[in-house]
């Protein structure tokens, strides 16, 4: 209740102070009127924001960025799809091991060779040895662009052409054989499988 009767006071002095000051001077009248009701009535807002020449400056930065960083990023690119792929390879691999532990069956990994883009696809054995029926249980692991198989090795020897298999039995040990991987700038990866242990393991060379 007080704090109403104080304000009206004030908005009263201030609405007498504005009159008086509109009798002195005829000519800002309607100014003076303005700021009565503007200053009585409705609360002062302030709007902030970014002006366009700050916009601008922001994407000139972004752009100088991105001119000098993509040309790197993209000298980098091959690297990083092999050291990728390989570490795909691996996993498929150590994948197959595993499952072949746990379904009690024998596990293999085919490489193909020969298509475009080069894949290998993970299949399951009808047997826990000497398997004679194979059925696919994923297809298209794809090796990705500027990486390729140069070579893989199984059981049966080297191949640049063809297929390579890799296989694993139930009691971890493995058909020994190794892939290996080159990028368009003669990078190299091998990924490697120890035939008495299963062990599969990354190198940095061939």
Known sequence: ?????LYNDLEGIQLKKGL??????PWS??????DIVESSHFPTT??????????????GIISVIGAVGTPALLSQLPDYRLNGAARTVSSTLQFAKMSAASAGKEYRVEFLLDTSPQQYQLQEGNAFRGSDSWST???????PPQVWIDHATDY?????????IIAFNPTGTASSGGVYLENNK?????VIVSSSTGRVRIAPEW
Do not use: D, P
Request: net charge positive.
């Open 1 to 5: 209740m007080a704090y109403s009767m």
């Open 20 to 25: 008086k000051n509109m009798r002195e001077h």
């Open 29 to 34: 009248q309607k100014k003076c009127a303005w």
């Open 46 to 59: 302030i709007v902030t924001g970014f002006s366009l020449i700050e916009l601008l400056i922001v994407v």
């Open 137 to 143: 249980i994923h297809t298209a692991y794809f090796i």
């Open 156 to 164: 049966r020897g080297t191949h640049h052409t063809g297929t390579s």
């Open 186 to 190: 003669g990078k190299l990866r091998s």
